[in-house]
């Protein structure tokens, strides 16, 4: 199981705003990352840091924190996406400090 | 740019080893952490361990410890995966993923393109 928890499944309206959460213990210490995913590709960065997203990521993404959940927001939804969406970050239970775990994913879909 | 590039699929039988590898292109091998992570059909990610290319030292997810093997070669920039004692359970795609950042940890800015492995008898 995921110490990183995500609802499975996700619907928004095309050009309406959906928020995905991830929730964990390890969210007090660590930033998210968030990937996205569509069928037989790799995933792809999208959010990292507080807020950062890398080149080329549109602005409608974007996160925010409070307490030991990060959403991820999708503001005006698109068709292109429809995909899954995983949250990671390093693992708090880790002394090591290079551990890193997955939330289980959330499904959107884009009615 | 960034590239990496796995090797291809693999077909083995329960209780057998496989080895993955990992080339690596567009940067200074060295300079960024590696990690493997596999997703099994229809389910999510999992993260299986990291290695750093400079020292070759290894953190491997509990669940995996005394399975898997992670090594890497500097002179090549490539990086391996070996997992033994294969079960129908460890039918996934394996991806190698890199660190954004230097020193950093859990962004993974660049995946290779996975590898299938399916364990079947």
């Known amino acids: 199981s995921s110490e990183l928890t995500q609802d499975p499944a996700v619907s928004v309206a095309l050009g309406q705003t959906v928020r995905i959460t991830c929730q964990g213990d390890?969210?007090?210490?660590?930033?998210a990352t968030w990937y996205q995913q569509k069928p037989g590709q790799a995933p792809a960065l999208i959010i990292y840091g507080k807020n950062n997203r890398p080149s080329g990521i549109p602005d409608r993404f974007s996160a925010s924190y409070s307490g030991n959940t990060t959403s991820l927001t999708i503001t005006a939804a698109q068709a292109e996406d429809e995909a899954d969406y995983y949250c990671?970050?390093?693992?708090?239970?880790?002394?090591?400090?290079?551990?890193?775990?997955f939330g289980g994913g959330t499904r959107l879909t884009v009615l | 740019q960034v590239q990496l590039v796995q090797s291809g699929a693999e077909v083995k039988k329960p209780g057998a080893s496989v080895k993955v590898s990992c080339k690596a292109s567009g940067y200074t091998f060295t300079n960024y952490y590696m990690h493997w992570v596999r997703q099994a059909p229809g389910q999510g990610l999992e993260w299986m361990g990291i290695?750093?290319?400079?020292?070759?030292?290894?953190s491997y997810a509990q669940k995996f410890q005394g399975r898997v093997t992670m090594t890497r070669d500097a002179s090549t920039s490539i990086v391996y995966m070996d997992l033994s004692s294969l079960t129908s359970e460890d039918t996934a795609v394996y991806y190698c993923?890199?660190?954004?950042?230097?020193?950093?940890?859990?962004?993974?800015?660049?995946w290779g393109q996975g590898t299938l492995v399916i364990v079947s008898s």
């Open positions: 390890s969210l007090r210490t660590y930033y």
């Open positions: 990671n970050s390093r693992d708090s239970r880790d002394s090591s400090g290079y551990h890193v775990v």
């Open positions: 290695i750093n290319p400079t020292g070759g030292s290894t």
């Open positions: 993923a890199r660190d954004r950042a230097v020193a950093g940890i859990g962004d993974f800015q660049n």
